[in-house]
């Protein structure tokens, strides 16, 4: 799956681009898209056929977590349609101090047949993810916590994720650091049910610095 996403601040912020984006991931043999915001999706809807992993990225003041942080944003992506919804599963502090478990038993109670995957940063969030009945347990947000700053997705041949298949029941989906072809073709080996690729092919403005700091290493 291809993330095709693009935040208010950079280049390639608009619906018609990630639209297109999601056209060419598509033609290029992807098999599914993740995307931000109802904007977006709607657009990607136009260019492609793929199921969607849907999120809504919104800050509040009184939180950590960003990812479809509340209701207000779970509601949006299903009016607009969504194969998957994608929220933040981490211990992160949530808005107005509601619970990981919380907003869980209160989606399935309200949309009780749409599916779900959880975006966690620990082997121990995910483990919780899977026991609250999660359909889905990803690793996106290794490395983008408090509690996993000295955690990374690759490290030691995919340990997290190794751990992470060994200790839960639902599919886990590779996300996070998959930038190479062999680094996407040894997660499914290890028995990851997809993975999502993003910056690497969707972002062209970080692959360009990349290969400017390349040259740039003394």
Do not use: W
């Not at 483990?127 to 983008?144: C, E, P």
């Not at 080996?189 to 972002?203: E, F, H, K, P, W």
């Amino acid at each position: 799956m291809v993330s095709c996403q693009a935040l208010p601040d950079e280049p390639l912020h608009s619906s018609f681009i990630m639209g297109r984006m999601a056209l060419a991931a598509t033609q290029g043999g992807a098999g599914g898209i993740r995307a931000n915001t109802v904007e977006d999706i709607a657009e990607i809807k136009k260019n492609t056929g793929l199921p969607i992993i849907g999120i809504i990225k919104q800050n509040y003041e009184d939180a950590e977590v960003y990812i479809t942080p509340t209701m207000r944003e779970i509601s949006a992506l299903v009016e607009e349609g969504v194969d998957i919804i994608a929220l933040d599963a981490t211990i992160s502090r949530r808005p107005n101090g509601q619970t990981l478990e919380e907003l869980f038993a209160q989606i399935k109670e309200t949309y009780p047949n749409q599916l779900l995957m959880a975006d966690c940063s620990t082997v121990e969030e995910a483990v919780n993810a899977d026991k609250l009945g999660f359909d889905f347990i990803g690793t996106t947000l290794v490395g983008y916590t408090k509690q996993s700053t000295n955690l990374k997705i690759e490290a030691d041949d995919f340990a997290i994720i190794r751990s992470i298949l060994s200790q839960v029941s639902h599919p886990v989906i590779a996300e996070g650091h998959i930038d190479t072809p062999n680094k996407l073709r040894r997660v499914i080996d290890l028995g990851c049910y997809c993975a999502v690729v993003g910056s690497i092919i969707t972002r062209p403005k970080l692959i360009t610095q990349a290969f400017v700091d390349a040259l740039e290493v003394e």
